[in-house]
Structure formats: C-alpha cells, structure tokens
C-alpha cells in the first residue's frame, strides 16, 4: 500500500525565520506531489505542486524533489505568524485518481 | 467563481442511526468530485470519487456508501452509523482527473457519533 510520511511531527520557527517541512512516498511511479495547508477546523488549500526531479520556487515557497530517494521538502523563506497552520504532503497513487495524504507537520511561528 | 457548500457544518449523532451529508459545487460543470475524512488526530483518507453523474468509485470500506444524483451534487450516507465514524468530513472538486490537477476542499462537515 503506497504511503506518505512526513517530518517533523511539529515545527517551532521565529518570524523571519527559514521552516523546513520534509515528505517521503513509497512508490517511486508516483506522479505529482502537492503540498496543502489545513488550518484549525478548515479544508485543506493547495499550495505548490511538483512533477519532475529538482526544484520549483513560488513567492516565499520553494519544494525540491528527488525521486531517486522518493524525497521531497517544502522551505518557507521568511516565514510569518499566519504561516501557522498544518502542513500536508499529498501524493498522487499509481492509479490515477487517489490522492494520498501524510499525517502533516504543525507549523508554529512566534513573533 | 466557483464555490463548494458542505451541509450540515456540523451534526451529533447516535450509533446506529442513519446519516446523510451534502456537498454542492457550484460555477464548474462537470467536475471530478470527491469525499474525504479525518479522523481527529488522524490521515486526510480519499473515500470515494466520481466522474460524472450516477458514477462512483469506492476507494476505502468504512461501511459508508456515496452518490453523485445530479452534476453538482455528491451525497454520503450510511443506514448506520459506528462509533468509529466520528471526524471530519470533506468534499472536494477539481476540473477533471489525474495528478496535475489541484483538488479544491469544502469547508467540511464535523461529525460526532455517541
């Protein structure tokens, strides 16, 4: 069964700060990764997305993947207090159709 | 625009009885829809997903059935429910299938089942 697992659990980082979120997958002929957000109660809303080896940077959002270590990691430069929120790494499965989730990472940034 | 309605927000329910949750889309023909849920504490888990009317595709067993009766519609029910039902309830779209494709959430439905 494919699985999705991310670290760490939970991440403290002060405003202005560099947050480092990381995601592994167990089926290497995955197709996109995405990358969501899920505040307290809410839907989850996507972020970035990645298909091909390398990296791909949006704003403050920057996701490298490598699928020869079926690795993947989200950097949020400057990060702010409304950063706060979980953090899902969500993996397409082999057929197609299937979105799978990891547990998440709880962001926290202080001012 | 387009905009996704979730009903009820919110329901107390007992074991055993039946259940029904809604989800609208409105501004998209003919989207991929799709039901999630999340334990609390737990996995965002894909249940079903549907292509186009009358169709739909069991991805986990949680003894809960789904039906898509118009274009815009996705129904999720049960005859009875199970403790273990309890969690966050989750509708989704996205503009058709596959994995390039961004699968925009509801606000959610939460589900408390004593």
């Known amino acids: 069964q494919e699985k999705v697992q991310q670290s760490p659990e939970s991440l403290i980082v002060p405003e202005g700060a560099m947050s480092s979120l990381n995601c592994t997958f167990s089926?290497?002929?995955?197709?996109s990764i995405w990358w969501y957000q899920q505040h307290p109660g809410k839907g989850p809303e996507a972020l970035i997305s990645i298909f091909s080896n390398g990296n791909k940077k949006e704003g403050r959002l920057t996701v490298y993947l490598n699928r020869a270590s079926l690795h993947v990691s989200l950097h949020i430069r400057d990060s702010q207090p409304s950063d706060s929120a979980v953090y899902l790494c969500?993996?397409?499965?082999?057929?197609?159709?299937?979105?799978?989730f990891g547990i998440g990472t709880l962001l926290s940034v202080k001012p | 625009a387009q905009t996704i309605h979730q009903w009820p927000v919110a329901e107390i329910k007992a074991v055993g009885s039946p259940l029904s949750l809604g989800c609208t889309i409105k501004g998209k023909s003919s989207p991929n829809l799709y039901w999630y849920w999340q334990a609390t504490g737990g996995t965002l888990q894909q249940l079903f997903y549907s292509i186009t009317v009358g169709q739909v595709e069991s991805v986990v067993q949680l003894n809960l059935s789904a039906s898509r009766p118009k274009d815009d519609q996705f129904i999720l029910s049960t005859e009875k429910l199970l403790l273990s039902h309890s969690g966050f309830y989750l509708c989704?779209?996205?503009?058709?299938?596959?994995?390039?494709?961004?699968?925009?959430f509801g606000p959610g439905t939460r589900l408390t089942v004593l």
């Open positions: 969500a993996v397409y499965g082999s057929s197609g159709n299937k979105l799978i």
């Open positions: 089926n290497s002929a995955s197709q």
């Open positions: 989704a779209w996205s503009l058709v299938g596959g994995s390039s494709y961004e699968q925009y």
